[in-house]
Nanobody, 119 residues
Framework: QVQLVESGGGLVQPGGFLRLSCAAS????????MGWYRETSGKQREVVAT???????IIEDSLKGRFTISGDKTKRTVDLQINNLTPDDTAVYFC?????????????WGQGTQVTVSS
């Protein structure tokens, strides 16, 4: 069972920054996508940013300019840099991993890390 371990969440003042990190215990088969989603109370989990095996990144349109995703396939890590945080960024952030193993697809989620933006 692949495990994703997240770190870097916490309480930050508006205008501050955070860097979230995620490490996968292993990569079985082929790595398709690593990325980040977030979930706020009462809302559906939404995509924040993703990175494919070739390093191509996609950032949710509304978050471009403040969010940056980066990763190292060999180290099985993906990071999310968040700048100029606003209270609307308060959420639980989840690391996501999608693997292709032969004809199967496997998806994994981290346990989530809380980000709270408040003065």
């Amino acid at each position: 069972q692949v495990q994703l371990v997240e770190s870097g969440g916490g309480l930050v003042q508006p205008g501050g920054f955070l860097r979230l990190s995620c490490a996968a215990s292993e990569i079985r088969g082929s790595l398709d996508i690593m990325g980040w989603y977030r979930e706020t109370s009462g809302k559906q989990r939404e995509v924040v940013a993703t990175m494919d095996a070739n390093g191509r990144t996609i950032i949710e349109d509304s978050l471009k300019g403040r969010f940056t995703i980066s990763g190292d396939k060999t180290k099985r890590t993906v990071d999310l840099q968040i700048n100029n945080l606003t209270p609307d960024d308060t959420a639980v952030y989840f690391c996501y991993l999608k693997l292709s193993i032969a004809v199967w697809i496997e998806e994994y989620w981290g346990q989530g890390t809380q980000v709270t933006v408040s003065s």
